[in-house]
């Protein structure tokens, strides 16, 4: 904010400084379309494209900050339509059967950078975005919660709004105790990402005859398997 008697002082949000945050390279995260931009009130800012299934552009984010709670604006009008992140990939988790559901637009980057067929909620109250997906050819969801109050509500939101639309699969909850969310996983121990998912989505199929309920994976506990 602008001070009397001192000049206003422009964030500084760049790809640059998303790589160093996220743990991922600039020309990973620029295959997804993102970029550098200057608002109108000069300050520097992301630009994250969001596309439908076909990959037609649609109403896009801007990125205002690296780290925070109010890290995302969306551009255009306010009351125009949101949406889900990652919906031209959904071909992926109709291959795989399969689809990881998250908050946010990292964890989507960090899964997908492991071959993981995953959209992500731009924000837990955004859950209605849910109700314009096609489910058909998945037969399994997986919602991730993070490890903090607020990720904790994620998954009964998400679940609310799956029982709202025509998906009929099953519904899991994936949980890592170790680690806020996937993309601290990567950030702190990318050699044993790909494990300790595997084991985390391996240990809700072999709890299959329940609808919803915890698949909690802990270093120790992986070594167990």
């Known amino acids: 904010k602008k001070q009397p008697g001192h000049p206003a002082v422009l964030q500084t949000v760049t790809l640059e400084k998303l790589s160093i945050h996220t743990g991922l390279p600039v ?3 620029e295959q997804y379309k993102l970029k550098n931009n200057i608002n109108r009130l000069g300050e520097s800012e992301i630009l994250v494209p969001y596309y439908d299934e076909e990959r037609k552009p649609i109403r896009p984010r801007r990125r205002t900050a690296i780290t925070g709670t109010d890290k995302y604006k969306w551009d ?3 009351g125009t339509v949101t949406s889900v992140y990652g919906l031209w990939k959904l071909h992926e988790a109709r291959k795989s ?3 990881i559901i998250v908050e946010g637009e990292s964890d989507c980057w960090t899964l997908w950078n492991y071959e993981y067929p995953c959209i992500g909620i731009p924000g837990s109250t955004n859950c209605k975005t849910l109700t314009r997906i096609q489910y058909h050819g998945i037969n399994k969801i997986y919602i991730f919660q993070e490890n903090d109050k607020a990720g904790s509500e994620f998954p009964g939101k998400v679940k609310t709004h799956l029982e709202k639309t025509d998906f009929k699969g099953e519904i899991f909850i994936l949980k890592d105790t170790g680690y806020k969310d996937p993309n601290e996983l990567h950030k ?3 050699s044993h990402f ?3 998912i595997d084991a985390a989505i ?3 199929a072999n709890n299959g005859e329940k609808k919803l309920y915890e698949a909690i994976l802990s270093m ?3 070594f167990k398997l």
Do not use: H, T, V
Request: avoid cysteine.
């Open 27 to 29: 020309p990973y995260l």
């Open 76 to 78: 255009g009008k306010s």
């Open 97 to 99: 059967g399969y689809l």
């Open 188 to 190: 702190q121990d990318s």
């Open 194 to 196: 790909k494990e300790r």
């Open 202 to 204: 391996a240990i809700a």
């Open 220 to 222: 120790e506990e992986l």
